[in-house]
């Protein structure tokens, strides 16, 4: 069966700090993976989202990007982070592009 | 761009009564999906629906795709305390890379 992971679970970084949160599925290949970010329990927002290996596809100007680096790895980054960046961030994926299936996200508070 | 529109946006209801929530759409999409949230958690999918028209159930969850495919519902029925969270609908976009765009979610608290 399918599992996918993110990591950190919770993370705290100061403004103007580096981020790097890692999502990971199993059990699947050729996925296509997002990353959402979740403010105040509402409402999801699609960051990103990729269809294979280096092909990254952004939704919203902002300070973030994304990589995949392989094929079952997505990675959402910042070089400097902004208070705005808090919130809790979700990596999902799909296969054919269907029903998407998320992992168990990450808190992230920048202070 | 492509909008949902959920409500209520949220419910309080007694233990045992009958839930329903709904979500419409000016944009016609081709797959209505139905998530739970719940409190530091991912959403879990519930129902999937592929289908103008279909009406498909999932123990005491009942979901159906609207026959215009601009809307779609989801019943619970006899609710108990476990039910507590947030509910999103989530309809798959027609072009492109299969996004999904999510309504802004129902929240349900259920008084014992």
């Known amino acids: 069966s399918q599992t996918i992971h993110q990591w950190p679970a919770t993370l705290v970084q100061p403004v103007g700090s580096p981020l790097s949160l890692e999502c990971t599925v199993e059990?699947?290949?050729?996925?296509?993976l997002y990353w959402y970010r979740q403010a105040a329990g509402r409402g999801l927002q699609l960051l990103f989202y990729?269809?294979?290996?280096?092909?990254i596809s952004s939704e919203v100007p902002q300070n973030l990007s994304a990589s995949r680096p392989q094929d079952r790895q997505f990675i959402l980054s910042s070089k400097k982070l902004l208070l705005s960046d808090s919130g809790f961030y979700l990596c999902?994926?799909?296969?054919?592009?269907?029903?998407?299936?998320f992992g168990p996200g990450t808190r992230l508070t920048v202070t | 761009g492509q909008q949902l529109n959920q409500s209520p946006q949220s419910m309080f209801i007694q233990e045992g009564e009958d839930v329903s929530m709904n979500c419409t759409s000016s944009?016609?999409?081709?797959?209505w999906l139905w998530y739970k949230q719940e409190p530091g958690e991912g959403p879990v999918l519930l129902i999937a629906l592929y289908k103008a028209g279909e009406l498909t159930s999932n123990g005491r969850l009942t979901a159906q795709f609207g026959i215009t495919r601009k809307d779609s519902f989801l019943n619970i029925s006899a609710s108990i305390p476990s039910d507590v969270g947030i509910y999103f609908c989530?309809?798959?976009?027609?072009?492109?890379?299969?996004?999904?765009?999510f309504g802004q979610g129902t929240r349900l608290t259920i008084n014992p």
């Open positions: 999902a994926w799909s296969v054919l592009g269907n029903e998407q299936y």
């Open positions: 944009s016609i999409f081709n797959t």
């Open positions: 059990g699947t290949s050729n996925p296509n």
């Open positions: 990729s269809v294979g290996i280096g092909q």
């Open positions: 989530a309809g798959l976009t027609v072009q492109g890379a299969q996004k999904l765009v």
